[in-house]
Nanobody, 124 residues
Framework: QVQLVESGGGLVQAGGSLRLSCAAS????????MGWFRQAPGKEREFVAL????????TYADPVKGRFTISRDNANNMVYLQMNSLKPEDTAVYYC?????????????????WGQGTQVTVSS
């Protein structure tokens, strides 16, 4: 089992930045694809970004390309999401997720472990 805990969310003005962290415990995530998803009120959970187990593949949803950067530190079992130039439409609960399969996919269904989420609110 893998436990994931997100942190770093908060309230920020439009144009500002936040860095989300995801701390994994229970076992190493070094062989897992790690993803970030978000869910806004009244909307379905959507893909934000992912990083392959070795960092060799990075994928972003179109709305965040050029503004968000995903990274991982396998030695410390951590994953990060740097969010710049934030917009009010980025407001959501952000979730960290781990996929045991050694493939890269953006569907939330493929992910095996989830954190509890961290709230990000961007004011206009």
């Amino acid at each position: 089992q893998v436990q994931l805990v997100e942190s770093g969310g908060g309230l920020v003005q439009a144009g500002g930045s936040l860095r989300l962290s995801c701390a994994a415990s229970g076992r190493t995530i070094s062989s897992y694809t790690m993803g970030w998803f978000r869910q806004a009120p009244g909307k379905e959970r959507e893909f934000v970004a992912l990083v392959r187990w070795d960092g060799g593949i990075l994928t972003y949803a179109d709305p965040v390309k050029g503004r968000f950067t995903i990274s991982r530190d396998n030695a410390n079992n951590m994953v990060y999401l740097q969010m710049n130039s934030l917009k009010p439409e980025d407001t959501a609960v952000y979730y960290c997720a781990a996929d045991r399969a050694m493939i890269v996919r953006t569907s939330a269904r493929g992910y095996d472990y989830w954190g509890q989420g961290t709230q990000v609110t961007v004011s206009s």
